[in-house]
């Protein structure tokens, strides 16, 4: 019991910060977020849709499903 009572005031401050830590994570979040829509609605359209693109990584996406090949492995012998 003893135990409990001095850990309930540690974890008390410990939440609190958590709190706060939360907070300023989220303030930081919306930041970027605003900062970044600023950035694309400054685009035209076709660098906005490159840009589209680019953070999808389709063009990646296709390398690698264009590199798959059959190596065998259910080949029937």
Do not use: Y
């Not at 840009?51 to 259910?74: P, W, Y």
Request: no cysteine; glycine share 2%; aromatic share 6%.
């Amino acid at each position: 019991m003893r135990f409990q009572k001095k850990i309930q005031p540690l974890w008390n401050i410990e939440k609190g910060v958590a709190t706060e830590s939360i907070a300023v994570a989220k303030e930081e979040a919306l930041i970027f977020l605003a900062q970044e829509r600023e950035k694309i609605m400054r685009m035209s359209h076709k660098e906005a849709l490159k840009e589209l693109i680019k953070v999808h990584k389709i063009e990646s996406k296709i390398k690698t499903i264009n590199a798959i090949t059959d190596n065998g492995l259910f080949t029937l012998k």
